[in-house]
């Protein structure tokens, strides 16, 4: 790491950690390139889509723990 990186790096570990995570997600999306802009209105559809799929019922939904459990075991080896 270059010496102004250096010093960016420790006046950015001064910052209190909200602001620290803020700074964090910024860099990290700099790095994605330009945003799709067409992906927030297919969210958006696809958000409508599930939301209708659980209110009428044709979707099964699973609690929390079981999910966690899940991809604790078959992702992550636990």
Do not use: C, N, Y
């Amino acid at each position: 790491m270059s010496k102004v990186a250096q010093s960016v790096f420790a006046d950015a570990l001064r910052l209190e950690p909200e602001t620290r995570a803020e700074l964090a997600a910024e860099l990290l999306a700099s790095l994605d390139g330009p945003a799709d802009p067409d992906a927030e209105a297919a969210w958006d559809v696809e958000i409508e889509r599930r939301v209708a799929a659980i209110e009428a019922g044709t979707i099964r939904l699973e609690p929390w723990a079981d999910v966690r459990r899940r991809i604790e075991k078959e992702i992550l080896g636990r």
